[in-house]
């Protein structure tokens, strides 16, 4: 059964399927816009060291064919062949982009994917649409990466400049814009055509097929598409890569990043979907403020955003809608089933697997070890669980005199599922193996029964309730904590202080005792109003520290 | 500085209702074309938009909802483009093809006026006195807007036999062909929930699906303000 990931999902392969021969397909499409979906392959400090191992529609394949370009088919706008354990060792890892051939912005597509299917059935998809980008031109959608073994991530991480950036990105080079390039370039557009006729799909199902789909002389011959150097530039100069860079002609308005700024000025429009305004997706007509009532813009132009300014609302009319609301079918299908469909319980097989960034599926029949849950965090669960009340010992009702704060916990033993939250509070998983971590108590949601856990003091004038409780956990097994918005981690160096309302673990390195490891600075600025304690932390080189960007 | 802030303009309108970032919600008004939504969460308008609290029809479908400040719902008509919230919750915009869900009281934000829709109380569940768990269930064919606090999920109620059971604070919305109990999960001495003594959950068994919000924040914001 194929898993449905999330952006920010990564998995092994192995764990996914056990063939090593995997199709990906990557549907994406926008009315009026076509896509170029290419495929880098990347060395270990994530550039495109090689530039034969940029496969795009001009160059389908790799010298040893372990990456192929196979085309559209079966739905797919665009799908490649890759063999994993042919990929020579220099690559690390390969990326999977799609790029706006021409004007656009990424908010327009429509429901799209990436998926990789192995024997003939699909394994993993990651969904995306384009209400999760905005302004962007270009978009990373998932990537193969080695480290230990080969894995799988859903990355969705769009870039305003569109292919330039990309390659910029990828330490590639980008020739001069050559609106031109076309024609120097005559056989390069009668060299794409034979691999995607060329490309058997039916035969590539089985993922033990051993042989490449087509013999390499049939490729090398017509260009020197031979692995040589000066394939490098003509490869720069594709049309491909020139064209989103050229200045649209006519009435066409300027593209949108030259409006909304570059990344480095604005990040927070490019790059934070989150907090990106509702650019949601499709631009099909409708009514902008600005223009003539009745008239279509032009599906695939960003033509509101190019000339519109924001002041034009106060001089519009009211009464807006002309002739009705539209009442088109959202992206993604009518229907409750397809309006709900983002929000999906992802089941990845793993004892915790994080649904979203604030919830969190803790399947109690894998490993069979009851879980340790703050009380009041379990928002649903699944099955036959068994809840039962859980002092955390002596100490913990020290932290609950003290403090005020009851830190309570309840045991979840079972058969079953159980879902946490809390207040939508960030959560992450930390998975400990035989290293120590140590956890300001307010912090901690839940944690593996297996793991042994203390509960520690740190006392200390000025800081609220007489003294910070930290919760130490070793063993093996998972900590799951919750923060107030992303947190930061930082390595432990010799000058690494931290406000202890802010502070929320710390690594314990377990040859290091915690009461040396951080000592308490007091009154480090005094007449300070609010920063008065801080926590230092010292360790050997290694350890880290995580603090949330909310005192509590 | 316009710079700076266009890209934070509405996009054009493609659907009744769209989604103007997480939390915020655009609704498309046009003449004939009603709207019911939670009183309070009205955060823009363009055009001409009108307001009737507590309209007449309301009272009618959900005459026990109306405690004595009135059904939290107004219905907006006319014509223009209005902008919804509730206090920064995640907003779900779900158009229903002939079907049908049942929404939290305090997460709906908003719906098309002529579905249908009913209030009820759920049974086995008495939370605070005078403020019991009431659920708007809608079917039919149209647009309903709903808010959760933090990214929602969405659970399949129907596999095998195991039951689903919900937090009533965190609960958003489920298929209203599901069975609903209210249950005690807990062994004695032992309280989970908020440990204020409600250690309820709601348990849902049938073919469905259940959809809950990341938060046990369940206060009615919109209606504090009364």
Redesign the interface.
């Known amino acids: 059964m194929a898993r449905e990931f999330q952006r920010g999902h990564k998995a092994k392969i192995s764990d996914l399927t056990p063939g090593t021969d995997l199709y990906v397909g990557v549907q994406i499409a926008a009315p009026g816009l076509t896509f170029d979906i290419s495929c880098f392959g990347l060395d270990a400090n994530e550039q495109l060291s090689d530039d034969r191992y940029f496969i795009f529609f001009n160059q389908p394949k790799s010298p040893e064919e372990s990456i192929q370009l196979l085309g559209a088919q079966s739905g797919d706008t665009e799908s490649f062949r890759v063999t994993l354990d042919r990929i020579p060792a220099n690559i690390h890892k390969l990326s999977f982009t799609a790029t706006i051939d021409g004007a656009g912005q990424m908010?327009q597509i429509g429901p799209g994917y990436i998926r990789v299917v192995a024997g003939g059935e699909e394994v993993v998809r990651y969904a995306f649409t384009g209400?999760e980008f905005?302004?962007e031109r270009a978009v990373m959608l998932g990537d193969f990466y080695l480290k230990d073994v080969w894995r799988f991530a859903a990355v969705g991480q769009g870039f305003d400049g569109g292919l330039e950036a990309l390659l910029k990105n990828f330490g590639g080079e980008v020739a001069e814009e050559q609106p031109a390039a076309q024609q120097p370039q005559g056989a390069a557009p009668s060299f794409a055509p034979p691999a995607q006729a060329s490309a058997p799909a039916p035969a590539f199902g089985a993922p033990a097929a051993p042989q490449a789909p087509q013999p390499a002389p049939s490729f090398g011959a017509p260009v020197a598409q031979t692995p040589a150097a000066p394939q490098n530039p003509q490869m720069h100069a594709a049309p491909t890569m020139a064209a989103p860079m050229s200045p649209p002609a006519g009435t066409v308005p300027p593209p949108a990043p030259s409006?909304?700024?570059q990344p480095p000025q604005?990040p927070q429009?490019g790059q934070v979907p989150?907090?990106?305004?509702?650019?949601?997706?499709?631009?099909?007509?409708?009514?902008?403020p600005g223009q003539v009532p009745g008239q279509m813009?032009q599906p695939g132009m960003p033509s509101?955003?190019g000339q519109?300014?924001?002041?034009a609302?106060g001089q519009?009319p009211?009464?807006?809608?002309q002739g009705?609301?539209?009442?088109?079918?959202?992206q993604g299908g009518?229907?409750?089933?397809?309006?709900?469909q983002p929000?999906?319980?992802t089941a990845t097989g793993q004892r915790w697997t994080p649904?979203?960034?604030?919830?969190m599926r803790v399947d109690l029949t894998m490993g069979g070890t009851p879980v340790l849950a703050r009380?009041?965090s379990?928002?649903?669960?699944?099955?036959?669980?068994?809840?039962?009340?859980k002092g955390a010992g002596f100490a913990g009702r020290v932290v609950g005199n003290a403090t005020g704060q009851?830190m309570?916990l309840?045991r979840c033993s079972g058969r079953?599922q159980v879902?946490l939250?809390?207040?939508?509070a960030h959560l992450h998983s930390i998975e400990l193996q035989g290293d120590g971590i140590c956890v300001s108590a307010e912090n901690v949601l839940a944690f593996d029964e297996s793991l042994q856990h203390e509960v520690r003091r740190i006392e200390g004038h000025g800081i609220p309730g007489g003294a910070l409780f930290t919760m130490m956990f070793q063993g093996t097994g998972t900590v799951v904590v919750k923060t107030h918005g992303i947190p930061v981690v930082l390595p432990v160096t010799p000058t690494t202080f931290a406000d202890c309302n802010a502070v929320v673990a710390w690594s314990a390195a377990s040859q290091v005792i915690l009461s040396s490891q951080v000592r308490l600075r007091r009154n480090a600025y005094p007449g300070h109003s609010g920063e008065t304690v801080n926590l230092q932390f010292r360790g050997a080189p290694g350890n880290f520290i995580v603090v949330q960007p909310y005192e509590v | 500085m316009n710079q700076q802030l266009a890209g934070f303009a509405p996009t054009p309108v493609t659907a009744r209702m769209e989604n103007h970032g997480r939390t915020m919600l655009k609704v498309a008004m046009a003449a004939g074309q009603d709207l019911y939504a939670r009183t309070g969460s009205m955060v823009a308008y363009e055009g001409f938009v009108q307001y009737e609290p507590n309209p007449p029809a309301v009272r009618q479908i959900a005459a026990q909802w109306v405690t004595g400040e009135g059904a939290p719902i107004m219905k907006c008509s006319g014509d223009g483009l209005l902008y919804l919230a509730d206090y920064g919750a995640d907003v779900v915009v779900i158009n229903l093809n002939n079907d049908s869900i049942s929404v939290n009281g305090t997460n709906v934000l908003a719906f098309d006026a002529h579905l249908q829709w009913g209030v009820e109380k759920v049974k086995g569940l008495a939370k605070f006195a005078g403020q019991g768990l009431w659920n708007v269930e809608i079917a039919g064919t149209g647009w309903v807007a709903l808010t959760s606090r933090g990214t929602p999920i969405v659970v399949d109620c129907g596999r095998g036999e195991d039951e689903t059971y919900v937090d009533p604070d965190a609960l958003v919305a489920w298929s209203p062909n599901l069975k609903v109990k209210g249950k005690r999960s807990f062994k004695a001495s032992s309280l989970i929930g908020r440990g204020s003594g409600e250690a309820y959950q709601m348990a849902f068994s049938g073919q469905g699906i259940v959809v809950v919000q990341p938060s046990e924040d369940s206060t009615d914001r919109l209606r504090i303000r009364h």
């Open positions: 908010s209400s905005t302004t409006l909304y700024g604005q429009f989150a907090q990106a305004p509702g650019q949601m997706p499709g631009q099909a007509p409708g009514q902008m813009p509101p955003y519109q300014a924001p002041a609302y519009q009211p009464g807006m809608p009705g609301v539209p009442q088109g079918a959202p009518a229907g409750l089933q397809a309006a709900l929000y999906r319980e649904q979203n960034q604030q919830l009380q009041g379990m928002v649903m669960y699944q099955g036959k669980v068994e809840f039962s009340y009851e309570q309840m079953g879902f939250a809390e207040d939508g």
